[in-house]
């Protein structure tokens, strides 16, 4: 990293891809600015003025504050010429030529599965990434599950990464150390002290408006061997994300739902237009992406132990016949009993690990 890099991507009228441009025709920040005018606009074909602000490295006070804060704050800068720069992000035509990092820079160049979604994330989209990332994690000790931490599924995939002990990386649309948003700061920090990493291609100059997270999206599908979209109604981030996995030739991938269900309708339009695979489970991700390939024997099966549970418990239990959430009153109706004894029986299968309690009283079965 030279203070050429960081100076390239705040120079007025440089933006991705006339970064990436520039780089492929003189090799690195240096030669750029290296390049006379004439040079700058006859061979890379730049307006005048941009050729100008160049030439006058107009962009370097900037560039050196930059610099100074981030080694005020801990951040780590990378530019797409670094060995450490993540190489499948350096093969999509619009990659940021800088990266600020904060954490372990080198879980990005880890075995990286992205995992999106709606931020209106169900009890089933939320037990979905917990069982396929447990899966993957279980059979793969370099995963790196790469998502956006907002509210639904991203903060979901990542808290199933972090539970299963796997690395996690969050691609947010602000400069760092700001955290987006702000409730899933001390999500951050764990993921971070986790062996994860935070990252942004935004300078601490840029002020988020709510208009880079599309931007985001493109590095969150290039991050990856592939994307898995575990719910999304019909618009929404999550498509964007599996649209850039799939024009960077990455494999797309979509967990089924319920056609009534809102938070399903794009995940399925997904899979029936053929645009992504359908995948139920851990191996079938594995299989998708040709890991089930690379020598690794899977990890041997643990025969789960089913919970103990007294005869009323079970006779409770039952009468969660699907994944959706029920509700103390809707469980007092189906199984006839008084408030108490019922609280009682709902602590006894929470400790049992066979339901979890969901807000707003509610419950839904998890094994």
């Not at 991507?9 to 990436?20: F, R």
């Not at 199933?160 to 150390?177: D, N």
């Not at 039952?318 to 469980?331: I, W």
């Amino acid at each position: 990293m030279t203070i050429e890099d960081i100076a390239l991507t705040m120079t007025p009228g440089v933006g991705v891809k006339a970064a990436v441009h520039l780089l492929g025709c003189f090799g690195d920040a240096r030669n750029i600015f290296a390049a006379d005018e004439p040079t700058l606009v006859g061979e890379a074909q730049l307006r005048p003025d941009v050729a100008r602000a160049l030439v006058r490295r107009t962009a370097f006070a900037a560039a050196e504050e930059e610099l100074l804060r981030c080694r005020r704050e801990g951040i780590a800068a990378v530019a797409s010429t670094d060995a450490e720069y993540p190489p499948l992000l350096r093969e999509a035509p619009d990659y940021p030529h800088v990266l600020y990092i904060i954490g372990n820079v080198a879980a990005l160049r880890m075995r990286c599965l992205s995992v999106v979604g709606t931020r209106e994330a169900t009890p089933y989209g939320e037990r979905m990434c917990d069982v396929l990332v447990r899966g993957l994690a279980a059979r793969f000790p370099d995963l790196c599950i790469v998502s956006g931490l907002a509210f639904g599924i991203d903060v979901a995939a990542h808290r199933a990464a972090l539970g299963a002990g796997a690395a996690t990386v969050a691609v947010l649309a602000s400069p760092l150390p700001g955290v987006t948003p702000a409730a899933h700061r001390a999500v951050g920090r764990e993921i971070v002290e986790s062996g994860g990493a935070l990252v942004s291609e935004l300078h601490g100059r840029v002020r988020q408006r709510g208009t880079f997270y599309l931007a985001r999206n493109r590095i969150i599908a290039a991050l990856s061997a592939g994307t898995v979209v575990v719910e999304s109604p019909c618009g929404g981030g999550s498509l964007v994300t599996a649209h850039c996995a799939d024009g960077y030739d990455r494999c797309v991938m979509a967990v089924p739902g319920r056609a009534v269900d809102t938070a399903s309708r794009g995940t399925n339009l997904l899979i029936r237009n053929r645009r992504a695979q359908l995948v139920l489970s851990a191996d079938d991700i594995a299989a998708e992406l040709m890991w089930d390939l690379d020598g690794r024997a899977p990890a041997p099966e643990t025969e789960s132990r089913a919970p103990q549970l007294t005869a009323d418990e079970e006779g409770l239990l039952a009468c969660f016949r699907t994944s959706d959430p029920l509700s103390t009153e809707e469980l007092g109706a189906l199984c006839g009993l008084g408030a108490g004894e019922l609280s009682a029986l709902l602590l006894g299968l929470e400790m049992a690990g066979a339901v979890r309690q969901l807000p707003g009283n509610r419950y839904v079965r998890s094994c």
